[in-house]
């Protein structure tokens, strides 16, 4: 059974993929001891990108597991060897469809897991891309670095306009990066933007607003250098319409089409990635299941705050797999 298959046997759910920020030393090993698929998917990771990836997974070291050049194709790893184990345990018992919608969705380089979980993207394209997405972020970082903070206790619109104020005040670059989930925003620009943000949002209310640890100012016009060259490789990436509806990052609209997905995946290099938004509108199309596939459990901890009446499970290892298997059959 294809992973998509399964997807799309599970009405009323929406399957998630975990960004950067998710990964851990340790993560995968245990699916890999007790799923052959698993194991095999780890494999076919090292093989396409020509290094041990599962033993960065497995057993680090985490400031080498971290660096965005390995962090991405890491996460996409573990989280379809988590999906495919998901397929291969259920297998014909899942061909029963139950009626309800169904979505997939990924926060930030997530969005490319759920692509290839989705059918749209094959696994061996979407690796050698993210990877490639790693490398040139990574670059983008080094030539202009930037400054990312999180704003607790803002909504997303008073997080953006008093971003466009600092913007205003100093000439930088400040921008909202993500809008997570409410009241947890987080800020992304060049060191001038948000320093001049952080005063600004704290004396509006912010109830706490915490410079992140990274140099990287994903999800801001910093990462334009790295445009051209990812806007190429996107192009080069075979890519055809979801087997199964993917909600978008920057505009929390259905991707349908190659056309609208390779816009996409470009878009929110640059852009904001609309956490809330996105999951808000699965929550109105009658989405009741929320499913984190792969490592931790940060996408569930925001759809909490999203939407409290959500039923949420995470499969990022061999307990996870068996929750979701005992439930599913219990439906």
């Known amino acids: 059974m294809a992973p998509f298959d399964l997807i799309a046997a599970t009405g009323g759910a929406a399957f998630l993929f975990p960004g950067q920020g998710s990964q851990s030393v340790g993560m995968g090993y245990a699916l890999a001891q007790a799923y052959p698929v698993a194991r095999a998917t780890f494999a076919e990771a090292d093989d396409l990108l020509g290094f041990a990836l599962s033993d960065l997974c497995f057993h680090g070291p985490e400031e080498t597991l971290t660096d965005t050049i390995n962090a991405q194709p890491a996460l996409m790893a573990v989280s ?49 891309l993210v990877r490639e997405r790693g490398r040139l972020m ?12 999180a704003v607790l206790g803002l909504e997303e619109g008073q997080v953006a306009a008093l971003c466009a104020e ?63 060259e990812l806007a190429a490789a996107i192009a080069a990436t075979p890519i055809s319409a979801p087997n199964v509806p993917v909600i ?33 509108r699965a929550v109105a199309a009658g989405i009741t299941e929320f499913i984190e596939i792969g490592p931790g459990d940060v996408l569930s901890g925001l759809m909490k705050r999203i939407e409290r009446k959500a039923n949420r499970r995470t499969v990022g290892d061999p307990a996870g797999v068996a929750d979701f298997v005992a439930w599913w059959q219990a439906r």
Not at 138 to 149: C, F, I, N, S, V
Not at 168 to 184: I, K, L, S
Request: with cysteine; hydrophobic share 50%.
């Open 80 to 128: 379809i060897a988590a999906l495919r184990v998901l397929a291969a345990e259920l297998g014909d018992a899942a061909g029963h469809a139950v009626a309800g919608p169904v979505f997939v969705a990924g926060h930030s380089m997530g969005e490319y897991t759920a692509l290839v979980a989705a059918g749209a993207i094959p696994f061996a394209d979407g690796l050698r």
């Open 138 to 149: 990574k670059q983008a970082g080094t030539t202009t670095p930037g400054l990312m903070a």
């Open 166 to 228: 600092a913007a205003t005040q100093t000439g930088g670059v400040v921008q909202v990066a993500n809008d997570n989930c409410p009241g947890q925003i987080v800020i992304s620009g060049d060191r001038a933007g948000v320093e001049a943000a952080v005063p600004l949002l704290e004396a509006a209310g912010a109830r706490k607003v915490v410079t992140l640890a990274v140099s990287i100012a994903a999800h801001s016009p910093l990462m334009q250098p790295a445009a051209e």
């Open 248 to 280: 978008g990052n920057t505009t929390a609209e259905l991707l349908t089409d190659a056309a609208t997905i390779r816009a996409e995946l470009l878009a929110q290099l640059t852009g904001s990635v609309r956490w809330t938004a996105s999951m808000q």
